[in-house]
């Protein structure tokens, strides 16, 4: 049977832990034939995941293996363990039990690999300071000594020794590394870590290249056997947004080494790959973002760059790009983000992740703005402010997109916006209209199934913002930014949104609307043409020769759609108004829809109205034009 021994160094006192130790290993199955001896020591203890450092008489017993935390002994007895921690000063009974589990834990992982062989050793120095701990790492300097190390391959006893590992700069750098040399199992083939890094900026890096190189000079393996990610500590240019990046990582696969060969290794400092993303352009719903690049490595490099778009976009979620670069190289790649027209207005995530090869050199992540539409009319002449500007201009009772209004020295015409002037907060920016004052009056709809909803208007000047007829938000003067909760009804809202009062001259403004706990506005939808419960909706539609319409014979035209899944249909365009109230449409057995209306000769367009919400072109009719929003108007001529 195994035997178990449970000591404690230094001031502890030996807590009643033998049983439970005993009674862990064997629950964990480890095997019978090992002694097993467990050491607890304090703090004092100069032992840590970067260095070991053992006194004398402790480093005499030849054979550690040191694995997640824990030095793991195997003394002169092969049939023997010896497990080495550092406690805590302040260490209690409870805080013993779970190294002492911690290490049970560990001893059965490596039961599973035989340590048989006693000169499975781990021993590194450093002139005249073998006291070094971890919260020394950033202390010392470019002053490294030697550095050997004995491992196992598996099973098969496959020793090296590593000497003059020189970290080559100029002092002036402050470069400091920390070497790991953690053999993990991975299958059969333990690799060491180096790793390196800086806290100086970027600029100072020194290019230089890695020489692994046997003493006979000849190579020692292959090249695709390293892999290298290195990457800045912080920004290349402060200016624009760089990826952060990885440090610089150095992975060295050691296979079937011959007998105790004897390895130098010289590492320098590498410049990495610099990735930035910056917007060069903005548009009413478009970003034009162009992905920097530029190498600064003494190799061709190839790799990509991935952006995943809000999966709440039609189409495809997401795109990729591939780049190469030559040693010293910049180029650029650019990604035209272009929310689909129907996307609901608001700001949207998008992210970015750069990859050189296969290593992940970094991500970035921002977001674009998709505006609500609008309709604009204005510059208008300033008036009282406590009288409507004209009767027929009144625009809580009628918005007719035919009609010129008298503006500032002469008529003025309805407009969409925006018409190209977003800036890059998502703000709507009003063409100047010189030095002349005037005002501008706003309207947008949406459809929303949201009974609450917070607006949030945003303006440089004063403005007021009226939903559904009433005031809802006042700036002042000063301009700046207002929220305001607003409660609908049940079921699907249409709400028609005016703004009044812009200054035009340059003037901006932003609306934001959410639902009242934060979320997304379920459901919502800001199609222009929602502008009809409070407003007659008329577009600029032909509607023949002036003047010849009233001579001419009324027609009866029969009106057909099929959809057996609506509830109610109806026929708007330009012979009523735009209007869904005006023209209903009846529900035939066989799910299709039909009316019968009476018009004159001339050029008609229209669409379905689906349920009081979907504004649908005519299916069956392939002759379509533009409606000057985005859709298509079905087209109608009556000879």
Not at 265 to 283: E, F, H, K, L, N
Request: glycine share 8%.
């Amino acid at each position: 049977m195994a035997a178990l021994s449970l000591q404690a160094l230094d001031d502890l006192d030996e807590p009643e832990l033998s049983v439970y130790a005993r009674d862990a290993l064997a629950a964990r199955g480890l095997p019978t034939g090992r002694d097993v001896e467990i050491v607890l020591g304090s703090s004092t203890l100069p032992l840590s995941t970067e260095w070991i450092a053992l006194p004398p008489l402790e480093r005499s017993r030849a054979a550690i293996r040191f694995y997640k935390g824990v030095g793991v002994f195997a003394p002169a007895r092969a049939d023997s363990l010896l497990a080495l921690t550092r406690l805590p000063e302040d260490a209690t009974d409870s805080t013993i039990a779970a190294s002492v589990a911690k290490i049970t834990d560990l001893l059965v992982e490596l039961s599973a690999v035989d340590v048989r062989k006693t000169s499975n050793q781990w021993l590194i120095r450093r002139a005249g300071r073998n006291d070094l701990n971890e919260t020394d790492e950033a202390a010392f300097e470019l002053q490294w000594t030697d550095l050997r190390i004995w491992f196992d391959h598996g099973l098969e006893l496959l020793t090296a020794d590593i000497l003059a590992w020189h970290l080559r700069s100029d002092p002036a750098s402050k470069w400091t590394a920390t070497l790991n040399p953690h053999v993990i199992g991975e299958g059969d083939q333990p690799h060491l870590l180096v790793h390196c890094r800086s806290g100086q900026e970027a600029s100072d890096y020194e290019p230089d290249s890695l020489t692994l190189m046997w003493t006979d000079g000849t190579s020692l393996l292959p090249p695709q056997e390293f892999q290298l990610t290195q990457t800045s500590p912080r920004d290349f240019e402060s200016a624009v947004p760089t990826l952060p990046t990885k440090i610089g990582l150095w992975q060295l696969i050691v296979e079937g080494l011959p007998k105790r060969p004897r390895l130098s290794a010289a590492i320098s400092v590498v410049d990495p790959v610099v990735v930035s993303i910056v917007p060069t352009g903005r548009r009413a719903s478009t970003v034009d973002w162009a992905v920097q690049l530029r190498s600064q490595v003494r190799s061709p490099i190839n790799g990509r760059i991935n952006l995943q778009t809000p999966l709440s976009w039609t189409g495809a979620p997401g795109t990729s790009l591939q780049y190469s670069l030559e040693p010293g190289e910049a180029s650029e790649l650019h990604f035209a983000v272009t929310p689909d027209f129907d996307v609901a207005p608001g700001s949207y995530p998008l992210r970015w992740t750069a990859w050189s090869n296969t290593q992940l050199i970094g991500e970035y992540e921002t977001q674009v703005d998709r505006p609500f539409a609008w309709l604009r009319i204005g510059p208008l002449p300033i008036t009282d402010p406590d009288k409507p500007i004209n009767s027929p201009y009144a625009f809580d009772r009628r918005i007719d997109l035919a009609q010129r209004l008298q503006g500032l020295e002469s008529t003025v015409a309805w407009t969409k916006l925006p018409g190209g002037r977003v800036d890059p907060e998502g703000f709507i920016v009003l063409e100047s209209a010189g030095n002349q004052p005037g005002l501008h009056y706003a309207f947008t709809g949406f459809v929303t199934q949201s009974e609450d909803a917070v607006l949030e208007l945003a303006s440089d000047g004063p403005a007021r913002l009226f939903v559904n007829g009433r005031r809802v938000v006042n700036l002042e003067r000063w301009g700046g930014r207002r929220e305001a909760e607003v409660r609908f009804g049940s079921g699907t809202n249409f709400v028609v949104v005016k703004l009044a009062d812009l200054d035009g001259s340059g003037a901006r403004f932003r609306l934001r609307v959410r639902d009242i706990d934060g979320s997304e506005l379920r459901a919502v939808g800001n199609k222009l043409e929602h502008l009809l419960e409070n407003y007659a909706y008329l577009a600029r539609a032909r509607q023949g020769e002036p003047g010849s319409v009233q001579r001419q014979t009324l027609r009866l035209v029969p009106i057909r759609y099929l959809d057996p899944q609506a509830d109610t249909v109806s026929v708007v365009g330009s012979f009523n108004g735009w209007s869904p109230a005006s023209t209903p449409m009846t529900r035939l057995e066989n799910g299709s829809w039909q009316v019968k209306i009476r018009l004159r000769p001339g050029r008609f367009e229209y669409k379905f109205a689906v349920d009081g919400s979907d504004w649908i072109p005519d299916p069956n009719n392939p002759a379509a034009v533009a409606d000057g929003f985005g859709g298509r108007n079905s087209v109608l001529r009556i000879d």
